[in-house]
């Protein structure tokens, strides 16, 4: 832990930047299989490549990457864009996704303790889940408290969640949990869609930290 805290803080020094956080939460279920995951693995990778043309959100933009399945697993923790490398997705077993919100939003209060701790400022993190299905294999209780937190969260200004509903996801269920309204992906627009979440990034990040932002419009979805 010690080598950790050394890490950050000559990490924190030599990028005083201030911070926007961003948790990509993804479904790689079984269902998730095949054209769909290929689609979201391309989509990282225009992720990437778009963001890094930018070089104050390539600075700013912090990026964790974390997978839910039967299993929920911080695939990639809080990096910058410039050190971000798009991880390779496979797909399998069930969606513990009220697990997986917790863990999301356990890490983004994880990581805003760590900016006070270094004095640096930071945007409203943001948690971005993309998801093809419904909560399955967990007990209900867990999504119900992680629809709680959601709400709380948003409402206190604490995260900004979007849920993403690819072809087969349960669209009711995702509008009972998310603050927001769920966006429907259409057919495979995954780079699309991150392209645009780049684009809100660079946005974001451009502005202050208490600016109202108006995002692009969503062209790779339907509400």
């Known amino acids: 832990m010690a080598g ?6 000559v990490e924190f020094a030599e990028n005083m930047e201030q911070r926007c956080p961003c948790v990509l939460l993804l479904d790689t279920s079984g269902s998730m299989a095949g054209d769909k995951i ?9 992720f990437k490549d778009h963001l890094s043309k930018d070089t104050l959100a390539g600075r700013r933009v912090e990026v964790a990457v974390v997978t839910f399945n039967t299993h929920v697993e911080v695939v990639t923790d809080f990096t910058t864009v410039e050190e971000f490398v798009p ?3 496979t797909a399998s077993g069930l969606t513990h996704m009220g697990s997986a919100i917790h863990k999301a939003l ?10 006070k701790q ?13 998801t093809d299905g419904q909560p399955e294999g967990e007990p209900e209780g867990v999504m119900a408290q992680a629809a709680t937190r959601i709400h709380g969260d948003e409402q206190g200004k604490r995260v900004a969640f979007f849920a993403v509903g690819v072809e087969g996801a349960n669209m009711q269920r995702l509008s009972e949990v998310a603050f927001r309204q769920p966006v429907k992906l259409a057919g495979l627009s995954f780079a699309e869609m991150f392209v645009w979440l780049s684009a809100s990034m660079q946005k974001v990040t451009q502005a202050n930290p208490d600016d109202q932002i108006a995002l692009p419009p969503a062209g790779w979805g339907a509400v």
Request: proline share 5%; aromatic share 14%; hydrophobic share 45%.
């Open 4 to 9: 950790l805290n050394a890490l950050e803080a």
């Open 38 to 46: 290929n689609a979201l693995n391309e989509g990282l990778k225009a």
């Open 87 to 89: 991880p390779t997705l």
């Open 106 to 115: 356990d890490m983004v209060q994880e990581r805003k303790a760590t900016y």
């Open 118 to 130: 270094y004095g640096v400022s930071y945007y409203r993190p943001w948690v971005f889940m993309i």
